[in-house]
């Protein structure tokens, strides 16, 4: 390990402060990680992963030796002077984001110009002002993190860029920030502390607009006998367009999109403005969960005492999160329709069975299609692609399927003898009865 790199601190161990932490560790810093949750504290000094995230918990085995975990706020600030923010901004009723915890943190920090706060955080723009007006001493930097959970550890080490913001009298402060991440290659792009709080804010936004923006051409689709996918596929060409994030499906959740969206919302109407296009993109995220509902009905009539089956909960493949997972609507709707729901997640049942109260857990996807009327395919985990359809399609009472993430072949559906529903696809006719001879 190189001697010259600098110690880095880690405030807030959840999911952005550990991926931050494990993946500094891997570029040579020594890390002193601090959380006020002891028993997490505890956990992760004995090597144990709270978190279900690709990758992670080799490299923080891998850096054992140079990440220090502990909830003392002076071991922190003794080991390290560069000192990551990563405490969560829940939503609050208001819509707007909670900085309760952000300020609890600014008031553990010494006023000195030793330390740098670098802000992980998403924050509404304006924050980093309003912290600098109480801590003028203590220099400020805004570092945005653009992680997705699933890949995190590879968009730690290979960013598209990063983004650093920083006020006058703070430049030194941005240059150690972009030192840090020089060695990973991204472009890098240095702003003022308000752009750099607005570049988070936007993205997330702009990407949860080309959602459902997809979403609402996917209803239009189904109306006029288009299929989404190509529509997107022929958008996408166009570099202007692009062609991530125009998967069509029943919708965006997670601990970032709906409460960021939320928040620039708010943020904007605080100002007096009126953001328009959000409230939008909010309410037809709202009720592409329930179309699933509709769909079901198409087939089904009526869905009191219906056994229907949901293959996913997390809020995407390759987690355990269930923070505003489409599954919670969508169960809740269904059983509010009189529907018996039984549910099956390769990783996130633990963490969901607390949230989905009566609904059925089952130890497997064949497990949960025992008898179903229905299945409805909530998340694309792999395991759902490689499922043997045919044996499914004899277990279940109608062999009808409501593909939420347009996620599985609609031809090798109807071959494996289902109805097939996806979103915004076009329907595919049953295979013809084999001639008698
Ligand atoms: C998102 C952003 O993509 C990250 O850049 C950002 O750093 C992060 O929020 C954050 O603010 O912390 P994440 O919430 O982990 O990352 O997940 P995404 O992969 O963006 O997916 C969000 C939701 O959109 C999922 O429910 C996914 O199923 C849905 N989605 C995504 C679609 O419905 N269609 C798409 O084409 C893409």
Known sequence: MSEQLKPVGVI??????????????????????RDIVPEKVEALSRGEVTIH????????????????????????????????????????YSGDADLSRVRSVVQELPEDSDHVLIMKSTVPAGTGESIRRDKPDLAYVSCPEFLKEGTAVQDFLHPDRVVVGSDAGDETA??????????????????????????????????????????????????VGADVGQVATGMGL??????????????????????????????????G????????????????????VGKLEKHL?????????????????DTDDM????????????????????????????????????????????????????VVLVTEWREFGELDWSAAAERMTRPLVVDGRNFLDPQTMVDAGFEYEGIGRLPREAPAPAAAD
């Open 12 to 33: 807030g161990v959840g999911w952005v402060g550990l991926v931050t932490a494990a993946c500094f560790a891997e570029l040579g810093h020594r890390v002193v990680a």
């Open 323 to 374: 923070r505003e997972a489409s599954s919670l609507v969508l169960s809740a709707r269904l059983q509010g329709e009189g529907a018996e729901v039984v549910a099956y997640d390769p990783v996130a049942s633990d963490r969901a069975a607390d949230l989905l109260g009566t609904v059925e857990m089952a130890n497997s996807a064949m497990e949960a299609l025992e008898g179903a009327d229905a």
């Open 238 to 271: 166009d570099t202007r367009i692009g062609s991530s994030f125009l998967r069509a499906g029943i919708g965006y959740g997670g601990s970032c999109f709906p409460k960021d969206v939320s928040a620039l919302k708010m943020l904007a109407g605080n100002t």
């Open 174 to 223: 941005g240059d150690a920030v972009e030192e840090l991440y020089k060695p990973l290659g991204g472009e890098i792009l240095r702003t003022d502390v308000a752009s750099a709080e607005m570049i988070k804010l936007a993205s997330n936004a702009f990407l949860a607009t080309k959602i459902s923006f997809i979403n609402e051409i996917a209803n239009v689709c189904e109306e």
């Open 301 to 317: 009539g009526s869905l009191i005492g219906k056994r229907i089956a949901l293959l996913g909960l997390a809020f995407k493949p």
């Open 53 to 92: 995230e690709p990758g992670l918990e080799d490299l923080l085995r891998r850096n054992k030796e140079r990440i220090t975990f502990t909830t003392d706020m002076d071991e922190l600030l003794a080991g390290a002077n560069l000192l990551f923010v990563c405490v969560d901004t829940p939503p609050t």
């Open 273 to 292: 403005y009126h953001f328009q296009l959000l409230t939008s993109v909010i309410e037809v995220n709202e009720l592409q969960k329930r179309r699933v």
